[in-house]
């Protein structure tokens, strides 16, 4: 993928960007830097924005995307079209049953003893919670663990929604579960564990339409590519999910749900009849990684703020902090992003640096030591590794400084 343009992405002009620059400023006005801000307003509006792109689906939260409670539970207030929470945790599944969330799907296999006896607790005190698994192999370990723990684990079913065409592999490497048979095998070593074991749901999570930016500034023919390639994959993946809830069906499987999809693929899972949830996060705060789909643009709701420190040399500032970089393969897209004011660029020797950032910034601009400047990360729910607390904006105060879960002492991993 080429290299994005950093800047902002949202204000439709420098007067906007400088009102918008003056309101977070004047917000933040004597807070120690670095802060991590959330804009209320522009959360809310993505919010209703994706339940609309999702049309008729109901939206399991993505918790990965999102890492703070308070935010959970803000959005699952806005609508009940908000419906579960995706984990990626057992740990964190049962957590989040403790502080009074219900039906968590972790969507990621686990098969460590600790991770499941956390599941078994949450199922014991009655929660709604579901594990993935994709292999006989992982369903072994998991009856061996529901047995020693009394308990019967509620499984989904991975499919994995890549396609191949020659010399290219356009999707994630998941699960090994590609099709009816596969899904079949493994629903039935299920059926004959019923003591431990029950299939609840399929998950076809469809990567490379949902996470893959297709309107890259400069992208030129891979912007078409992709645009193509994801047009034909859909056809394929469509039927794919939809043959294996039909193969499972006959079968006798009832299943609970069937999810699909994420930010950046609402629509397009909606027009899958076979799905019944799509699971996103992403878009509530609109990272980087986000601005360049050619159907949607969500508005960045989340910055961090950085103080200036010092001035190096003429045009150049130095920000305490910075070094944020998205998860992914390594690459310039994963560097945060210099938001406001208008026209800042990361100096390309230095990136976003381990514990300083050095700016260059446009003609006029020259910030005071104090000032904060704002940044975007690349993805959305890392950066609340970062920061203990997310300040709330709305409108042009600060009406909240709530805990991450890292704030709250939560690491998963
Ligand atoms: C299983 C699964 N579903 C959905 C999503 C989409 O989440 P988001 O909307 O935050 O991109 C992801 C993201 O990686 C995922 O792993």
């Given at each position: 993928m080429s290299r994005p343009e950093s800047g902002?992405?949202?204000?439709?002009?420098f007067a906007d960007d400088d009102a918008y620059y003056q309101r977070l400023k004047r917000a933040l006005a004597g807070r120690s830097l670095p802060m991590m801000l959330l804009d209320l307003d522009r959360l809310e509006a993505n919010a209703h924005a994706m339940l609309l792109r999702a049309g008729r689906l109901p939206i399991r939260l993505g918790t990965k995307s999102i890492r703070c409670i308070e935010v959970l539970r803000r959005v699952m207030a806005?609508?009940?079209?908000?419906?579960?929470l995706l984990c990626f945790s057992a740990r964190e599944a049962d957590w989040l049953a403790r502080e009074g969330?219900?039906?968590?799907?972790?969507?990621y296999p686990t098969i460590d003893p600790l991770e499941l006896s956390h599941a078994a607790d949450a199922l014991r005190r009655g929660s709604r919670l579901t594990l993935t698994v994709d292999s006989i192999e992982q369903c072994t370990l998991l009856a061996a663990q529901a047995r020693a723990h009394g308990v019967r684990f509620r499984l989904s079913l991975d499919l994995d929604m890549s396609s191949s065409v020659p010399g290219l592999w356009f999707g994630v490497r998941r699960s090994p579960i590609r099709d009816a048979a596969a899904a079949l095998e493994v629903a039935n070593f299920i059926k004959a564990n019923a003591d431990t074991l029950q299939l609840v749901g399929l998950m076809g999570y469809e990567g490379q339409i949902a996470g893959l930016q297709d309107r890259v500034p400069g992208g030129g023919a891979r912007n078409l590519m992709v645009r193509v390639l994801k047009r034909r994959s859909l056809r394929e993946i469509h039927a794919r999910r939809q043959a294996v809830v039909d193969a499972l069906e006959n079968a006798g499987f009832a299943l609970e749900f069937v999810n699909g999809g994420g930010t950046g693929s609402l629509e397009d899972t909606a027009a899958d009849?076979?799905?019944?949830e799509a699971a996103a996060g992403s878009g509530l705060y609109a990272p980087g990684l986000f601005d360049y789909f050619g159907h949607f643009r969500h508005q960045a709701a989340v910055f961090f703020a950085l103080p200036v420190v010092r001035r190096p040399a003429p045009g150049i500032v130095t920000c305490t902090g910075g070094g944020y970089i998205g998860s992914g393969p390594a690459g310039a897209d994963r560097l945060p992003r210099p938001f406001l004011p208008a026209g800042m660029k990361l100096l390309d020797l230095e990136g976003a640096g381990e514990v300083q950032t050095p700016l260059s910034l446009p003609p006029g601009l020259n910030p005071a030591l104090g000032d904060p400047l704002f940044f975007r990360h690349a993805k959305a729910g890392e950066l609340a590794e970062r920061f203990e607390r997310v300040l709330l904006l709305r409108g042009e105060q600060i009406v909240g400084d709530v805990p991450t879960y890292r704030g709250q002492h939560q690491s998963f991993f």
């Amino acid at each position: 993928m080429s290299r994005p343009e950093s800047g902002p992405l949202v204000a439709a002009s420098f007067a906007d960007d400088d009102a918008y620059y003056q309101r977070l400023k004047r917000a933040l006005a004597g807070r120690s830097l670095p802060m991590m801000l959330l804009d209320l307003d522009r959360l809310e509006a993505n919010a209703h924005a994706m339940l609309l792109r999702a049309g008729r689906l109901p939206i399991r939260l993505g918790t990965k995307s999102i890492r703070c409670i308070e935010v959970l539970r803000r959005v699952m207030a806005l609508s009940p079209q908000f419906q579960g929470l995706l984990c990626f945790s057992a740990r964190e599944a049962d957590w989040l049953a403790r502080e009074g969330f219900d039906d968590l799907l972790i969507a990621y296999p686990t098969i460590d003893p600790l991770e499941l006896s956390h599941a078994a607790d949450a199922l014991r005190r009655g929660s709604r919670l579901t594990l993935t698994v994709d292999s006989i192999e992982q369903c072994t370990l998991l009856a061996a663990q529901a047995r020693a723990h009394g308990v019967r684990f509620r499984l989904s079913l991975d499919l994995d929604m890549s396609s191949s065409v020659p010399g290219l592999w356009f999707g994630v490497r998941r699960s090994p579960i590609r099709d009816a048979a596969a899904a079949l095998e493994v629903a039935n070593f299920i059926k004959a564990n019923a003591d431990t074991l029950q299939l609840v749901g399929l998950m076809g999570y469809e990567g490379q339409i949902a996470g893959l930016q297709d309107r890259v500034p400069g992208g030129g023919a891979r912007n078409l590519m992709v645009r193509v390639l994801k047009r034909r994959s859909l056809r394929e993946i469509h039927a794919r999910r939809q043959a294996v809830v039909d193969a499972l069906e006959n079968a006798g499987f009832a299943l609970e749900f069937v999810n699909g999809g994420g930010t950046g693929s609402l629509e397009d899972t909606a027009a899958d009849r076979s799905v019944t949830e799509a699971a996103a996060g992403s878009g509530l705060y609109a990272p980087g990684l986000f601005d360049y789909f050619g159907h949607f643009r969500h508005q960045a709701a989340v910055f961090f703020a950085l103080p200036v420190v010092r001035r190096p040399a003429p045009g150049i500032v130095t920000c305490t902090g910075g070094g944020y970089i998205g998860s992914g393969p390594a690459g310039a897209d994963r560097l945060p992003r210099p938001f406001l004011p208008a026209g800042m660029k990361l100096l390309d020797l230095e990136g976003a640096g381990e514990v300083q950032t050095p700016l260059s910034l446009p003609p006029g601009l020259n910030p005071a030591l104090g000032d904060p400047l704002f940044f975007r990360h690349a993805k959305a729910g890392e950066l609340a590794e970062r920061f203990e607390r997310v300040l709330l904006l709305r409108g042009e105060q600060i009406v909240g400084d709530v805990p991450t879960y890292r704030g709250q002492h939560q690491s998963f991993f």
